[in-house]
């Protein structure tokens, strides 16, 4: 210790500058600002390190605050030999910042690999752009997930309710079939009490009750494959069920009137009454004859509301009156039973040039906007 602290065996290093007053202010300059400076470097370091606790390798910046220390301490150790000869104290303080200097050489080297691989500005810039470019993909995935969700809630809501609409249909359909099913049921056992009343044999019950079943399925059919299911045009269903009657007599029936279309309860009904003219026409009317003739055509009304007249007329028929005219139950049904079905009225008149029948009803009771007798009241439209 007191060899460090001896000084009187030295001379000031101003002694070797012959203490020239320039070479002795610059040199004493240059080591004061170096000293300053590096006094300056560590605590920034050591600013760093406090300021950021997540940088990693702290160590080597601590070395490398303690080596600039330690430089700048010699160089103001430096500066004072220049006036106070501490040579051993330079020479202590150089040995420490020599065993500094090389422990951090060594762990640099060590550090190094280690120190490459840290990603530089410009690597963490572009990995940065990348990793914004993939979290906007990501973001354009998720909103075309919710985009595709919401239009998959919305089509199963869709969905769901055409379903219900449809079940609600398919009930209301399956209601109306067994609606129809029972109209018609009613309708046949009607036809099929009434004209075995009337039959003088089991051939001519079997021959009138298949012809009126003809004229029922006829009808059924016809608005069976119409487009709508509901209604199929009246000149449809005339033509249909009188299309044998067409077929023998080609030029002697004449069939004309605007489109309007019916529903399957008129169309029934309507075609029963056809049915018993063309019989009746065949049997007994204009068709018996070489020279008689039908005409079958139908108009929109005003009577007491929008309506349909329907007319038959025959010419050169064997009917000349009422009273050659044969009463049964095709008469009834004509007069009574079908107009009441329908709503409306009927009649049938005879003249010297032939028949004419004329039925009118209320539009609403063959388009289905208002409800017609029920089919079990047909019987009751027929007196027993």
């Known amino acids: 210790m007191q060899a460090l602290l001896d000084t009187a065996s030295y001379m000031p290093h101003g002694y070797c500058m012959i203490w020239q007053p320039w070479l002795v202010v610059l040199t004493a300059g240059s080591d004061f600002l170096i000293f300053l400076a590096y006094m300056a470097i560590p605590v920034a370091l050591l600013q760093v390190l406090r300021r950021r606790p997540d940088v990693r390798y702290r160590g080597i910046i601590g070395l490398f605050a303690a080596f600039i220390l330690l430089c700048g301490l010699t160089h103001a150790i430096a500066m004072l030999t220049l006036w106070v000869p501490i040579y051993p104290i330079h020479a202590v303080v150089k040995f420490l910042t020599a065993a500094v200097s090389l422990t951090t050489a060594a762990v640099l080297f060590q550090l190094a690999p280690a120190l490459v691989r840290i990603p530089s500005p410009s690597q963490l810039e572009s990995a940065n752009r990348k990793l914004a470019a993939e979290i906007r993909a990501h973001e354009e995935t998720l909103r075309l997930l919710r985009a595709a969700k919401d239009g998959l809630e919305e089509e199963i809501e869709e969905r769901t309710a055409d ?6 249909r398919l009930e209301v359909l399956t209601r109306e079939a067994v609606h129809r099913s029972k ?12 004209t075995a009343r009337g039959a003088e044999d089991l051939g001519g019950f079997l021959d009138a009750f298949q012809g009126r079943l003809d004229a029922l399925s006829n009808a059924i059919a016809t608005v069976s494959s119409s487009s709508d299911r509901h209604s199929a045009p009246l000149e449809r269903i005339a033509r249909h069920q009188l299309s044998p009657v ?39 009317g204009a068709l018996s004859q070489v020279d008689g003739d039908v005409r079958l055509s ?8 929008p309506g349909l007249r329907l007319t038959w007329e025959e010419t050169g028929g064997a009917i000349r009156s009422e009273s050659d005219a044969r009463v049964g139950f095709g008469t009834t049904l004509l007069t009574r039973a079908v107009p009441a079905m329908l709503q409306g009225r009927a009649e049938r008149s005879f003249s010297p ?11 609403s009771a063959i388009s289905g906007k208002d409800e017609s007798l029920e089919a079990d009241e047909f019987s009751e439209a027929i007196p027993v």
């Open 183 to 194: 109209n018609v049921l009613a309708v046949v056992t009607s036809l099929a009490r009434q």
């Open 298 to 305: 139908w108009d929109l009304v005003e009577d007491d509301g």
């Open 246 to 284: 067409i077929s023998a007599y080609p030029d002697r029936i004449a069939i004309d009137g605007p489109d309007v279309r019916i529903i399957a309860e008129a169309a029934q009904q309507i075609t029963l009454a056809l049915h018993e003219l063309a019989t009746n026409a065949v049997k007994y």
């Open 353 to 363: 040039d032939g028949m004419s029948y004329v039925m009118t009803v209320p539009l």
């Open 163 to 168: 379903l219900k609409a449809s079940n609600e």
